[in-house]
């Protein structure tokens, strides 16, 4: 199975959702960076299972132990290798799934693919608990980030039909970091509320619901990309479908500016007070051409319903090939959305032209040829 991520930095992501651990290495760090543990934890703690009635059941601590790559919380140089104890499995409630393919799951297609020898239990390595180590490595690089000014963030713009208004134009990093602190992190104090209900009636009728999540990385220079296959919105569409259960990713306005006439969709540029050149509008998420044009790079990110739910659904039986009813047991989300806003975070901070500063000053560099 793929799970290696090559550029400035690498990094391999390992384990089952009902395995004995998960977790990922970091490769080409460079040596000498401060990493403040506690808000590696704080991270964590934004993502981890079991907290209340939206998310699973499954309880895990989402504890990393750090086997390399870091000493008295200074990086050495060496590849960074964190994991995370898996501890709160039910591995039985998925017995069926190793013939009854799950509708809207990897089941089927991992079937084919892996001769079907793939792990099920708990969707296994296609599981979004794999997501807790990218949460991991995503904090560090939000932590190097912060020393060169670049700040990352991100709130729930909308789950089902309920809304939250999107980034300012002008967002800081002040609004970032106040959202950073919220559990559910939305603009809109009261909007989270109908939010839940929204997520509690699914759950009642053994049902579930997606959403939007709205992300964007402050201070990232102009002149950041490439146009065409390098382009800045390649690579970052790429880490962001890399989340599970991601099915659209856009910048800007992009869902809604092909309704708008080119006056309207451009964004005009124009000196500030201290002679910096801004402009007046961020439709096209601060990239244009494929490269960044100083303004605040933007993106949202939808995520579809947890395929894994209680109510019965028609599938197929792949051993004695009938078609069957299915009724999923076990611990499932009712939505995603909430816990994957600091995953979407980690995705942005992660890219590699993103958030480095310009060819000759990336905020991640290479180990020498001889280490």
Same mark, same amino acid.
């Given at each position: 199975?793929? !799970? $290696? ?6 990094? $391999? ?8 651990? +998960?977790?990922?290495? +970091? ?22 299972? =079991?907290?209340n009635k939206m998310s699973t059941a499954r309880k895990e601590a989402d504890q990393v132990e750090i086997l390399s790559g870091l000493q008295d919380g200074i990086t050495t140089g060496a590849p960074l290798t964190g994991v995370i104890y898996n501890s709160d499995q039910h591995s039985k409630d998925y017995s069926l799934l190793k013939t009854n393919m799950r509708p809207g799951h990897s089941d089927y297609p991992a079937y084919i693919k892996y001769k079907g020898f793939n792990d099920v239990r708990g969707g296994g390595h296609f599981s979004g608990r794999i997501t807790a180590p990218i949460v991991f490595a995503g904090n560090i690089a939000k932590q190097i980030l912060k020393q060169k000014c670049i700040f990352v963030g991100a709130h729930i713009?909308? +789950? =089902?039909? @309920? ?7 002008? #967002? ?6 106040? &959202? ?10 009261? @909007? ?7 997520? &509690?009636?699914?759950?009642?009728? &053994? ?14 220079? !102009?002149? #950041?990309?490439?146009? /065409? ?19 659209? %990713?856009? /910048? ?24 910096? %050149? ?13 490269? $960044? ?8 990110? $939808? ?20 078609? @069957? ?11 995603? @959305?909430?816990? !994957? #806003? #600091? %995953? %979407?975070?980690?995705?942005? !901070? ?6 480095? &500063? ?14």
């Amino acid at each position: 199975m793929g !799970a $290696t991520y090559k550029n400035n930095i690498e990094l $391999t992501i390992f384990g089952e959702s009902h395995g004995k651990a +998960i977790g990922i290495t +970091i490769g080409n760090l460079p040596s000498g960076i401060q990493i403040d543990l506690d808000e590696v934890s704080r991270d964590m703690k934004r993502r981890a299972p =079991g907290q209340n009635k939206m998310s699973t059941a499954r309880k895990e601590a989402d504890q990393v132990e750090i086997l390399s790559g870091l000493q008295d919380g200074i990086t050495t140089g060496a590849p960074l290798t964190g994991v995370i104890y898996n501890s709160d499995q039910h591995s039985k409630d998925y017995s069926l799934l190793k013939t009854n393919m799950r509708p809207g799951h990897s089941d089927y297609p991992a079937y084919i693919k892996y001769k079907g020898f793939n792990d099920v239990r708990g969707g296994g390595h296609f599981s979004g608990r794999i997501t807790a180590p990218i949460v991991f490595a995503g904090n560090i690089a939000k932590q190097i980030l912060k020393q060169k000014c670049i700040f990352v963030g991100a709130h729930i713009l909308s +789950i =089902g039909n @309920v809304k939250d208004e999107r980034f300012p134009y002008n #967002v800081d990093e002040t609004l970032l970091s106040s &959202l950073s602190q919220k559990q559910y992190p939305t603009i809109k104090e009261d @909007v989270f509320e109908k939010m839940e209900e929204t997520i &509690l009636k699914a759950k009642e009728n &053994l049902d579930s619901v997606g959403g939007k999540v709205e992300c964007v990385a402050l201070h990232v220079p !102009a002149g #950041v990309g490439e146009p /065409f296959f390098d382009s800045l919105e390649s690579h970052l569409s790429s880490l962001m479908f890399s989340i599970p259960a991601v099915k659209s %990713v856009s /910048f800007g306005d992009g869902e809604s500016i092909d309704e708008m006439f080119g006056s309207e969709a451009n964004d005009c540029y124009y000196y500030d007070e201290e002679g910096n %050149v801004r402009t007046s509008t961020n439709h096209n998420g601060g990239i244009t051409g494929g490269i $960044t044009n100083g303004m605040p790079v933007s993106c949202t990110v $939808t995520f579809k319903p947890t395929p894994s739910i209680a109510k019965k659904q028609k599938t197929i039986n792949i051993e004695t090939k009938e078609n @069957v009813e299915l009724k999923i047991k076990g611990r499932h989300d009712p939505c995603i @959305v909430q816990r !994957a #806003v #600091v %995953v %979407v975070e980690a995705m942005m !901070a992660l890219d590699r032209k993103s958030t480095r &500063l310009n060819s000759s000053h990336e905020w991640i560099s290479r180990m020498p040829s001889s280490a």
